[in-house]
C-alpha cells in the first residue's frame, strides 16, 4: 500500500500567520490527493481534493463538500504535496490529514496538528 | 442534505464480531456514483480505510482486514453494514461511516467508538 508521510507532526503558528504542512507520497498518486481537517471528537471534513482544488467550487448538489474557505489552498503532484493556510483564524486549530486515492487501499497520512503559538 | 449515522453495540468482547449499521438520511442510499465506506480511527491515532461498497455490489476491503471484514448494503432500508470477525484489543476505535465520491469523502458520520474488552 501507498504510505502517506506528513510533516511536521505538530506545527505552532501564531493567528493570522500562514501554514504550510506537507505530504510525501510512497510513490506517485498523481493528483489523487485529498485534504481533510479534523477537530476534536468531530469527524474529518473535506477541505481539496484534486491535489488543489477547493471543495467549494463544486456544484452543491454532487459536491463532494462545500464551504471551505479561499484562505485553504493545496498543491503539488505525484509524491509531494503542500497545504498552506494563508491567514490562520482560531478555527483553523485542528489537525490535518492528508489522504491518497490513486491505489486501493487508500490510505492516510498521519496527521500535523496545527497548534497556537 | 444526506446525512449518515453509524449503529451498534460500543463494547465488544475478544474473539467475537463487531457488527455496525449505517443509516443514510436525506437521500437515496442507491442514487449518484458514490461509494459508501467504512473509516476506523483508533484514540488519538491516524485514519484506516476498512472497505467501501457500490450499491451495485461492488466490494474493495483493505487487504490488511479482508480476512476479517464483511460489509454490505440494503437498499430498501438505505443501510449499509459491517461486520468485524474475530476482533482484539487493536481492533479498538472510533469507526465512521461515509459517503465517496472518486476517492474522496464529503459526508460522514458522527462515528461510534467501539471498545474490545472482556
Known amino acids: 500500500e501507498i504510505v502517506m508521510t506528513q510533516s511536521p507532526a505538530t506545527l505552532s503558528v501564531s493567528p493570522g500567520e500562514r501554514a504550510t504542512l506537507s505530504c510525501r507520497a510512497s510513490?506517485?498518486?498523481?493528483?489523487?490527493l485529498a485534504w481533510y481537517q479534523q477537530k476534536p471528537g468531530q469527524a474529518p471534513r473535506l477541505l481539496i481534493y484534486d491535489a488543489s482544488t477547493r471543495a467549494s467550487t463544486r456544484a452543491p448538489a454532487s459536491t463532494r463538500a462545500t464551504g471551505i474557505p479561499a484562505r485553504f489552498s493545496g498543491s503539488g503532484s505525484g509524491t509531494e504535496f503542500t497545504l498552506t493556510i494563508s491567514s490562520l483564524q482560531s478555527e483553523d486549530f485542528a489537525i490535518y490529514y492528508c489522504q491518497q486515492y490513486n491505489n486501493w487501499p487508500w490510505t492516510f497520512g498521519q496527521g500535523t496538528k496545527v497548534e497556537i503559538k | 442534505q444526506v446525512q449518515l449515522q453509524e449503529s451498534g453495540p460500543g463494547l465488544v468482547k475478544p474473539s467475537q464480531t463487531l457488527s455496525l449499521t449505517c443509516t443514510v438520511s436525506g437521500g437515496s442510499i442507491s442514487s449518484g456514483n458514490y461509494h459508501w465506506n467504512w473509516i476506523r480511527q483508533p484514540a488519538g491515532k491516524g485514519l484506516e480505510w476498512i472497505g467501501r461498497?457500490?450499491?451495485?455490489?461492488?466490494?474493495n476491503i483493505n487487504p490488511s482486514l479482508k480476512s476479517r471484514v464483511t460489509t454490505s448494503v440494503d437498499t430498501s432500508k438505505n443501510q449499509f453494514s459491517l461486520k468485524l470477525r474475530s476482533v482484539t484489543a487493536a481492533d479498538t476505535a472510533v469507526y465512521f461511516c461515509a459517503r465517496s465520491l472518486a476517492g474522496t469523502v464529503g459526508y460522514w458520520g458522527q462515528g461510534i467508538l467501539v471498545t474490545v474488552s472482556s
Open positions: 461498497i457500490y450499491t451495485s455490489g461492488t466490494i
Open positions: 510513490q506517485s498518486v498523481s493528483l489523487n
